[in-house]
């Protein structure tokens, strides 16, 4: 009995240790399994997307080359943090590199604006004078017959006969054989020769003579230049008609054109530098003494006045001046000024993006602003920023293109959401050319005549770069490309408003720094590779825009771009292939004819 209990203990225990052995060697490995699968699920669920820094819109699940600039991609950053503004949107140091964003302190400081003004050197209204006539009569001589010539005070001008003058001298005489008897008579007969200015020496003379002069002398009742003649010999005048114009030139007046847009920075007693066309290398200073409280309806343009002397009469009417006011607004002494990099303008909205730092890195978030008057490069910023805030000044277009494209607030969509970008399935939205899949918005029913005009002279200029590239010489593109960049230059982009100005800002971007690339390299494969990226972007353009009296024909190459193919514009249907030249230079097709 004993022996069998000694038994069962002993095969009981040894069953609990077998079961607890099984149990800890079994058991964790099932756990551990268990753990792994769990581990290799979040894993996949967190499986890193790739896109470009350049080209946010681009969403690949594996890493490579952007199918739009061949830059390699990125791993796309997780912003869904809790402690970062869901409004804002967060940029990796990479990214910040690669589009060029810089960003400055807003500080506060003085609104000095540099008011250039164009205007005329005039005579002195107050300086000129009507020579007229104080008899009626006939001109029988000038003796100042040309415009310019100077006169002196009392200097005989003009001798004029007048009847009724010879009718006046034969009631003096008469008057006077009564004057011991009738005084008054005699007298008002000497009086109504003086209302003619007749001076008492030439009334004496004629009493002397006791004989009727029929010509009367004119004398110049100031001293100065005659700038207009009015009347010829044999011209019959009325009593107090003009025959010269008379200006005093030792003082004039500077005036000058003050614009209506100009018009809040310009006050009385502003120091203004001007200088003279015809008299190179001087400069002259003067300060405003008036100022039109008028605007000519016809002009839009008030008048600024500065008088002046004129030693040597240096200064003549008509002259051109150009002059230049440090000009300050009266209202306050400083304010917020911004560079217009950094401001947005859709027309109606006007915005800047807000630099913000947090443990996971930058952030960006859109603020709308008020803007004041511009400063040249510049605008006051009348609300919407506080001093010491940290806005971005440069690579604005790329921080509002990723805040779209991840749904934050941005220029064109406020209130942020989901934005179509024709990206929405996973693809790169890319079709096999390499061509943007989307249609091309065209805006050549509004664009105006003298921007097409100049979009033209930049399309010339491009096709000489790109008969460069067929013939392969490195050099020769550099120096095509610096034609380009000159001519693009000179586009004038005020001539667009409002949505047309922001599409034609967003293809210069790429236009600009693929050109210049372009310019400064001597070595054809690369310049081909920057050639891809610029063909994208000036396309889009000339599509958007349209072009001057030009047929275009937009072709592509299959091969180029490292099989990835490429496009290209040309004068001729006749395929003559910019990426391979004489190695190929037949290859290619035209997909599209632009009229």
């Not at 000095?112 to 008899?135: A, P, T």
């Not at 008048?303 to 002259?319: D, W, Y």
Request: one cysteine or more; charged letters at 20%.
């Amino acid at each position: 009995m004993k022996t069998n209990t000694k038994t069962i203990i002993i095969v009981l225990s040894t069953l609990t240790i077998g079961l607890l052995l099984g149990w800890l060697i079994f058991g964790g490995t099932g756990d551990n399994t268990k753990y792994e699968n769990q581990v290799e699920n979040q894993e996949v669920g967190e499986e890193t997307i790739w896109t470009c820094s350049m080209h946010p819109q681009i969403r690949q699940n594996e890493p490579g080359d952007c199918p739009i600039c061949g830059m390699d991609l990125i791993p796309l950053e997780d912003d869904q943090h809790d402690d970062v503004d869901p409004m804002a949107i967060s940029m990796s140091a990479t990214a910040i590199q690669l589009a060029n964003i810089q960003t400055a302190v807003v500080g506060a400081m003085d609104h000095v604006k540099e008011v250039r003004l164009n205007g005329k050197i005039q005579e002195d209204e107050r300086l000129v004078f009507s020579q007229s006539s104080h008899v009626p009569g006939r001109i029988e001589n000038l003796m100042v017959n040309f415009t310019g010539d100077y006169v002196n005070k009392g200097q005989v001008i003009a001798s004029v006969y007048s009847p009724d003058l010879v009718t006046a001298q034969e009631e003096l005489y008469e008057a006077q054989k009564v004057k011991d008897t009738q005084p008054q008579l005699f007298n008002a007969a000497k009086e109504k020769l003086k209302t003619w200015k007749l001076t008492d020496d030439q009334i004496n003379r004629m009493l002397k003579s006791g004989s009727t002069t029929t010509s009367f002398d004119i004398q110049a009742d100031v001293s100065g230049y005659v700038i207009q003649k009015n009347v010829n010999p044999g011209d019959y005048v009325q009593r107090g008609e003009p025959i010269y114009e008379i200006a005093d030139l030792s003082r004039v007046w500077v005036l000058f054109d003050v614009y209506e847009s100009d018009i809040g920075w310009i006050k009385k007693g502003d120091k203004v530098e001007y200088t003279v066309a015809s008299l190179p290398g001087e400069t002259f200073t003067g300060t405003i003494s008036f100022l039109d409280p008028i605007i000519n309806p016809m002009t839009r343009v008030a008048k600024a006045r500065i008088a002046t002397t004129n030693p040597g009469l240096k200064l003549k009417p008509e002259m051109f001046v150009s002059g230049i006011v440090q000009a300050q607004l009266q209202k306050t002494s400083d304010a917020m000024v911004v560079p217009k990099t950094a401001v947005m303008w859709t027309g109606q909205r006007s915005v800047v993006y807000i630099k913000s730092i947090s443990d996971q890195g930058l952030n960006f978030k859109m603020r709308e602003v008020t803007l004041g008057p511009a400063l040249g490069e510049s605008y006051v910023i009348a609300e919407g920023l506080a001093i010491g805030e940290e806005i971005a000044i440069n690579g604005t277009f790329s921080i509002d293109a990723a805040a779209q494209l991840a749904g934050k607030p941005s220029m064109m969509n406020p209130e942020g959401g989901p934005t179509m970008t024709g990206h929405d399935h996973g693809g790169t939205g890319m079709s096999s050319a390499g061509e943007s899949s989307a249609p091309v918005q065209s805006l050549t029913e509004t664009t105006p005549a003298a921007f097409k005009a100049q979009l033209t002279k930049v399309y010339n200029e491009y096709l000489d770069m790109k008969n460069a590239f067929v013939e392969t010489d490195a050099k020769k593109v550099a120096n095509e490309a610096k034609d380009v960049i000159k001519s693009l230059k000179a586009v004038d982009m005020a001539l667009l408003k409002g949505d047309a100005h922001m599409m034609w800002m967003g293809q210069l971007e790429t236009l600009n720094s693929t050109i210049n690339a372009i310019s400064k390299s001597n070595d054809i494969e690369k310049q081909r590779q920057e050639f891809v990226q610029f063909n994208l972007a000036f396309y889009k353009s000339v599509k958007m825009f349209g072009l001057e009296n030009v047929t275009a024909y937009y072709q592509y190459c299959p091969m180029a771009n490292n099989d990835k193919g490429a496009y290209w514009l040309s004068e001729t249907e006749a395929i003559r292939n910019p990426y391979f030249g004489d190695a190929m230079l037949s290859c290619g097709e035209t997909k599209e004819t632009i009229k």
